[in-house]
């Protein structure tokens, strides 16, 4: 394994302080692990938490700031935060409003998050809760933790920010979330594994000939392994598991996600077949994003996830944002 | 079984997670995202300082302490899992040695909570289930607090360990939703939970009846081996679940090994 | 090799089909491969035309857009823009104030750019150049081609862009650009090879123990192959060569660029060991960049390029600019 | 020599690039930046569809045509080295065809241009250097310009094509700025040139003449191995660049054997 780190145990709070070198606008608190906006609370504006394991680099502590996140919870690689750093992160970031905790559906995850949510309720923080699960490789079924979230959290994170800016109320900035979701599916696909740095090796073989699809953002190994083919045959199994789940038309916002060690270069080949699948199927990628957003450190591949539109959605996705990973409008 | 015991034990499964950090971490690579041992790993090397830090009085304080500090520091899956787990083993043998205190002070403390019938998974008694303990945790961990301090004046007997088990086991079974066979940590523990009361019934000494568990801890182990999973990461994997050793179950087979050691005998 | 294309050839026209779906705000001629602001020229405002071998995303097509570049030329992987190119975009973009050519220094470039520039005087656009040559892996001297050109392109582009946009005369946007360059060095290290699509196979091979030193930005083998080490010890490494070559203090620009197929987090981490080398040499990041930004194809490993500012230098880099790539201040 | 004999050499020149395209871009890979077969394919694909497409009358036009599509085609260091190339030995072989015309016809045309002294280096005439020749490259390649439609009277002699190949190094040692030993492709097409004109003024036949200038070029891109680059990208390499044939030399020993290949014999 070579990574550029000083050591696996040292790695999130080095990243982490490398982020308050870099984003003056940001405010780390590297003992808790917590990454916050500036100034904070915003009186009257709901509170914004999200968090997870690191290693999905820029999610999260990358899209905290105007317009998106009020504060981000890293956990170790892989690993959900702990509820403390939840639990101090929302009574930072509670301007009277409440808190919305926005929670990728992985066990983890989700049990760090209730454990904490429950005890700000009973520290008087009043915390409504989105589970993000867009990730069709995985069936929602009772035979399976559920469907993983994903790149849908971007989405989430981007409009209900957007919503929650303009002072709405607790109830409805949880409503948009679950809309968000409720309409945004992914699907991903690996050309290699991740090395977790504690971990040392590679978490999964791939032959030259293979690829890996129906993966996660954890390294896990998806679905299936297939033989490697062309950008725009990858790209129609990942839009047709996608379409199979929700049937894509109209307007359409649209990721192309790079999985970490994948160039842009490879990622835009991919979205120009992405665009011309959705026009196939008489949907229109009226919004899009192409980039490394949310990752599987090292992993190489990519995810697409698609959200179906309508005008409140597009409005707030357009509304301004300035975060160090998404910034546009002011 | 004192203060202790308890101590040495958490002490000895510390020790044998470090051991089998890389192999446990080599088992969720196959089926998870390859972290298992290093959170158990950080988990553990926590609690061993918190023990030496606070040196808590009796066997439920130490178990208190024992899972606070990994719901404090694992996170992931195993933290709030095992965090649990500890923590409602504590919280029942604080209360049973409140009772037997009460019982041989003749005073009439409440007894309804911390005994859990049978060998059962159903939630235990009020009060102590899901996340709420996490605010008990923050109370009753540190020093002085109210519950757990009469426990270190009374030893805890088999049939004490094995009801802490068994509300240990019933309150991860109902944070985690996972039922036997659904290739998680719990087809280690429910075994050998079993195994543990139904050695405490025969009155067997604690070196047999640990031997028993452990054995029960590793066949339900391996018994994951040719299961889908169907809880936690594992199961995102379907049918390439199978073939592979749960982590979870592999890493509560140490929890056994140690106790099996620290009885010595 | 395992890359998201559809074959080695097409990889350039498919990158830039995706960059003309990904973003309404450029105008793509794909044919000619050239890609363009949306409307163009703008009169009385000096053009700037940058380009140089694909494979470097999002340089330079991501830069293209207000504050930056006003078109840009993309070769083939690796290979200079044909003289074709760069002509037509300075003829599109002139908008009576003269041309910009910003060019990195590497022969193929330069003999491209100087038969373009040469025909375009002739046919009555004015055209002034800028050569970029920053890296300090590469002596200047008879010996060599001279100083490559990689991160501090980045800087020329986005500073000189914002001047041109105030309506500067070309001499004038010429003379900033050249400054940027003179304050500009950078240094480069490679955890991995990248791989050419064409040619199939890794550029160079590299032992999981090693890391090469002073690479540039085609896969190009460094100055040596050294054992790889920490986080810490190879940010030393590029910071001592960059300040061997111009001793570093008072306020900077600092670039920490990922190669392409490093992940964000260990970006950070090396950014987190430059802002303290700074500090060290009494010198401040007032200003940083941390991501992918001039890249080598999938190569893992980073550059770091460093400008020494001035006032004016720090006004014109905060400027706005809207581009893919870079985004902010409007 | 006619313009059938310059159309199949160029052709098969393209053919053996082809043939040797992932050894070219081999060689490459180890100094430079792994294009350079890559490159000179897909410049010689095009060149043989211009060729094609327009059947240049005289092989001075073949040549510029050549050199034209390279330069519009390859781009990178060996595009606008090669496209300058094949347009100065072009321009040379319609000078002097030219020449050769109004020597028959008795008429003054000037004589300044095209004809290279000797085997030096030095710049060729005023007009023909540089990059303002890809100026001329868009007038003279088109069917119906003025400059080169005379070539196709006149058979081209060996001494006539030694000339023009003195007139190409020579663009591409002012272009490129290198000299013999500096690792380029200098270090083929110099010597080859050479030996060329040697066999001219010899009065070798044109099979002989191609030998020796094939083994001189050959020999050349041989001794580029143990010498450290100065120009182009292997110079970044410093001494590590020592070991390793220049790909450009290589590339340059392809359009001789492609030259003896066409002469039969
Ligand atoms: N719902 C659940 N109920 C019980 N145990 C579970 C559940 N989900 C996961 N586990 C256990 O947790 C183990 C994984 O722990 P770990 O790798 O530390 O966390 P994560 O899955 O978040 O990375 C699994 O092997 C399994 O035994
Ligand atoms: N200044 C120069 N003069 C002569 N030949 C050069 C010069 N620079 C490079 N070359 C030749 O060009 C070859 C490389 O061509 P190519 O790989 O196609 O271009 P690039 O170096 O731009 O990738 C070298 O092997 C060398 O022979
Ligand atoms: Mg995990
Ligand atoms: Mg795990
Ligand atoms: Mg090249
Ligand atoms: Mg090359």
Same mark, same amino acid.
């Given at each position: 394994?070579? @990574?550029?780190?000083?050591?696996?145990?040292?790695?999130?709070?080095?990243?982490?302080?490398?982020?308050?070198?870099?984003?003056?606008?940001?405010?780390?608190?590297?003992?808790? @692990?917590?990454?916050?906006?500036?100034?904070?609370?915003?009186?009257?504006?709901?509170?914004?938490?999200?968090?997870?394991?690191?290693?999905?680099?820029?999610?999260?502590?990358?899209?905290?700031?105007?317009?998106?996140?009020?504060?981000?919870?890293?956990?170790?690689?892989?690993?959900?935060?702990?509820?403390?750093?939840?639990?101090?992160?929302?009574?930072?970031?509670?301007?009277?409003?409440?808190?919305?905790?926005?929670?990728?559906?992985?066990?983890?995850?989700?049990?760090?998050?209730?454990?904490?949510? =429950?005890?700000? +309720?009973? =520290?008087?923080?009043?915390?409504?809760?989105?589970?993000?699960?867009?990730?069709?490789?995985? @069936? $929602?079924?009772?035979?399976?933790?559920?469907? /993983?979230?994903?790149?849908?959290?971007?989405?989430? =994170?981007?409009?209900?920010?957007?919503?929650?800016?303009?002072?709405?109320?607790?109830?409805?900035?949880?409503?948009? +979330?679950?809309?968000?979701? +409720?309409?945004?599916?992914?699907?991903?696909?690996?050309?290699?594994?991740?090395?977790?740095?504690?971990?040392?090796?590679?978490?999964? =073989?791939?032959?030259?000939?293979?690829?890996?699809?129906?993966?996660?953002?954890?390294?896990?190994?998806?679905?299936?392994?297939?033989?490697?083919?062309?950008?725009?045959?990858?790209? /129609?199994?990942?839009?047709?598991?996608?379409? $199979?789940?929700?049937?894509?038309?109209?307007?359409?916002?649209?990721?192309?996600?790079?999985?970490?060690?994948?160039?842009?270069?490879?990622?835009?080949?991919?979205?120009?077949?992405?665009?011309?699948?959705?026009?196939?199927?008489?949907?229109?990628?009226?919004?899009?994003?192409?980039?490394?957003?949310?990752?599987?450190?090292?992993?190489?591949?990519?995810?697409?996830?698609?959200?179906?539109?309508?005008?409140?959605?597009?409005?707030?996705?357009?509304?301004?944002?300035?975060?160090?990973?998404?910034?546009?409008?002011? | 079984?004192?203060?202790?015991?308890?101590? !040495?034990?958490?002490?000895? %499964?510390?020790?044998?997670?470090?051991?089998?950090?890389?192999?446990?971490?080599?088992?969720?690579?196959?089926?998870?995202? &390859?972290?298992?041992?290093?959170?158990?790993?950080?988990?553990?090397?926590?609690?061993?300082?918190?023990?030496?830090?606070?040196?808590? !009085?009796?066997? *439920?304080?130490?178990?208190?302490?024992? #899972?606070?500090?990994?719901?404090?520091?694992?996170?992931?899956?195993?933290?709030?899992?095992?965090?649990?787990?500890?923590?409602?083993? #504590?919280?029942?043998?604080?209360?049973?040695?409140?009772? &037997?205190?009460?019982?041989?002070?003749?005073? #009439?403390?409440?007894?309804?909570?911390?005994?859990?019938?049978?060998?059962?998974?159903?939630?235990?008694?009020?009060?102590? !289930?899901?996340?709420?303990?996490?605010?008990?945790?923050?109370?009753?961990?540190?020093?002085?607090?109210?519950?757990?301090?009469?426990?270190?004046?009374?030893?805890?007997?088999?049939?004490?360990?094995?009801?802490?088990?068994? !509300?240990?086991?019933?309150?991860?079974?109902?944070?985690?939703?996972?039922?036997?066979?659904?290739? %998680?940590?719990?087809?280690?523990?429910?075994?050998?939970?079993?195994?543990?009361?139904?050695?405490?019934?025969? *009155?067997?000494?604690?070196?047999?009846?640990?031997?028993?568990?452990?054995?029960?801890?590793?066949?339900? &182990?391996?018994?994951?081996?040719?299961?889908?999973?169907?809880?936690?990461?594992?199961?995102?994997?379907?049918?390439?679940? &199978?073939?592979?050793?749960?982590? #979870?179950?592999?890493? %509560?087979?140490?929890?056994?090994?140690?106790?099996?050691?620290?009885?010595?005998?």
């Amino acid at each position: 394994m070579k @990574k550029l780190i000083n050591s696996a145990e040292s790695v999130v709070t080095d990243t982490l302080a490398g982020m308050a070198e870099a984003h003056p606008d940001l405010r780390i608190d590297l003992a808790q @692990k917590i990454v916050y906006r500036r100034s904070l609370p915003t009186p009257g504006k709901v509170g914004l938490v999200s968090g997870g394991g690191s290693g999905h680099e820029p999610l999260h502590a990358g899209f905290v700031g105007h317009g998106m996140l009020d504060a981000a919870c890293p956990g170790e690689v892989f690993t959900s935060p702990v509820p403390d750093q939840i639990i101090e992160a929302s009574h930072r970031v509670d301007g009277g409003a409440g808190v919305l905790h926005i929670v990728k559906n992985y066990t983890g995850d989700v049990m760090n998050f209730q454990m904490a949510a =429950e005890l700000c +309720a009973e =520290e008087g923080v009043e915390v409504g809760t989105v589970l993000v699960n867009d990730d069709v490789a995985v @069936k $929602d079924s009772l035979y399976t933790a559920g469907r /993983r979230g994903t790149g849908a959290t971007l989405f989430v =994170e981007k409009i209900t920010g957007a919503l929650a800016e303009t002072g709405a109320a607790l109830g409805e900035v949880a409503r948009i +979330a679950g809309q968000v979701n +409720a309409r945004s599916r992914s699907f991903g696909i690996a050309l290699s594994s991740c090395t977790v740095p504690a971990a040392g090796k590679p978490t999964f =073989e791939l032959g030259d000939g293979e690829v890996e699809v129906g993966i996660g953002i954890h390294g896990e190994p998806g679905r299936a392994r297939v033989p490697a083919a062309s950008a725009r045959e990858l790209a /129609r199994v990942a839009m047709d598991a996608v379409n $199979d789940d929700l049937p894509l038309s109209g307007d359409v916002l649209v990721m192309v996600n790079g999985m970490g060690g994948t160039p842009l270069m490879e990622l835009y080949v991919v979205f120009a077949e992405v665009a011309a699948y959705l026009r196939e199927k008489g949907a229109t990628a009226t919004r899009s994003l192409v980039g490394n957003y949310v990752t599987s450190l090292d992993m190489q591949g990519f995810s697409v996830t698609v959200c179906l539109l309508n005008d409140e959605l597009t409005r707030l996705w357009d509304a301004p944002v300035q975060t160090p990973a998404l910034r546009w409008g002011r | 079984m004192n203060a202790q015991f308890f101590t !040495a034990w958490v002490e000895e %499964t510390a020790r044998t997670i470090t051991a089998d950090r890389d192999r446990l971490t080599a088992l969720d690579a196959a089926i998870g995202d &390859a972290d298992h041992g290093t959170n158990l790993d950080r988990g553990f090397t926590a609690v061993r300082e918190a023990l030496s830090a606070s040196s808590p !009085a009796g066997p *439920g304080a130490v178990l208190i302490l024992t #899972g606070t500090t990994l719901i404090r520091k694992v996170g992931g899956a195993s933290g709030p899992l095992y965090g649990t787990a500890y923590r409602h083993m #504590g919280t029942t043998l604080t209360a049973r040695a409140a009772q &037997a205190v009460a019982g041989r002070a003749g005073t #009439g403390l409440d007894s309804t909570s911390g005994a859990v019938p049978g060998t059962g998974i159903e939630a235990p008694g009020p009060g102590t !289930a899901g996340f709420t303990g996490t605010a008990g945790a923050r109370d009753e961990a540190g020093p002085g607090g109210a519950p757990g301090d009469g426990d270190h004046m009374v030893m805890v007997t088999l049939a004490d360990l094995a009801a802490a088990f068994e !509300a240990g086991l019933a309150a991860v079974c109902e944070l985690g939703g996972a039922a036997e066979g659904d290739k %998680t940590m719990v087809d280690a523990l429910a075994p050998a939970t079993r195994a543990l009361a139904e050695a405490a019934r025969a *009155g067997l000494k604690p070196e047999d009846a640990f031997d028993a568990a452990l054995a029960a801890a590793r066949a339900g &182990a391996r018994a994951t081996i040719p299961l889908q999973a169907r809880k936690g990461r594992a199961s995102y994997l379907g049918e390439r679940s &199978a073939g592979h050793e749960d982590p #979870g179950a592999a890493s %509560t087979v140490l929890l056994f090994t140690a106790l099996r050691t620290v009885a010595g005998g």
